[in-house]
């Protein structure tokens, strides 16, 4: 049972990237699904999550309008189109999920994700 993150990358202010979030070992279509991030120096925090039933939700305000949740149940993989990147996107990005939850929390905690995949670095820079 694993979670395997990638896409990650070093791209100029205003470009795109792709982030996915492939699973082995279980099927991710029937549970929630997030995207965290951590920069240097701060906590974890949660980006975006997609539900069972493709519910999206964004949990940080300045990712609304420039990153997109999305699940591909063919391929098992949870993607997070990131456009517009800022400097202030720099982190590693996680992916989560939580075998006993289908819907995404009301608040990104870590705790409510007992599945981790390894991280992959963004980073936004001139």
């Known amino acids: 049972v694993q979670l395997q993150a990638s896409g990650g990358g070093l791209v100029q202010p205003g470009e795109s990237l792709r982030l996915s979030c492939a699973a082995s070992?279980?099927?991710?279509?029937?549970?929630?699904v997030a995207w965290f991030r951590q920069a240097p120096g701060k906590e974890r925090e949660g980006v975006s999550c997609i539900s069972s039933s493709h519910f999206t939700k964004d949990y940080l305000d300045s990712v609304k309008g420039r990153f997109i949740i999305s699940k591909d149940k063919a391929n098992n993989t949870v993607y997070l189109q990131m456009n517009s990147l800022k400097p202030e996107d720099t982190a590693v990005y996680y992916c989560?999920?939580?075998?006993?939850?289908?819907?995404?929390?009301?608040?990104?905690?870590?705790?409510?994700?007992?599945?981790w995949g390894q991280g992959t670095l963004v980073t936004v820079s001139s």
């Open positions: 070992g279980f099927a991710l279509a029937p549970y929630a």
């Open positions: 989560a999920t939580n075998r006993g939850r289908a819907a995404c929390p009301p608040q990104a905690s870590t705790q409510s994700y007992n599945y």
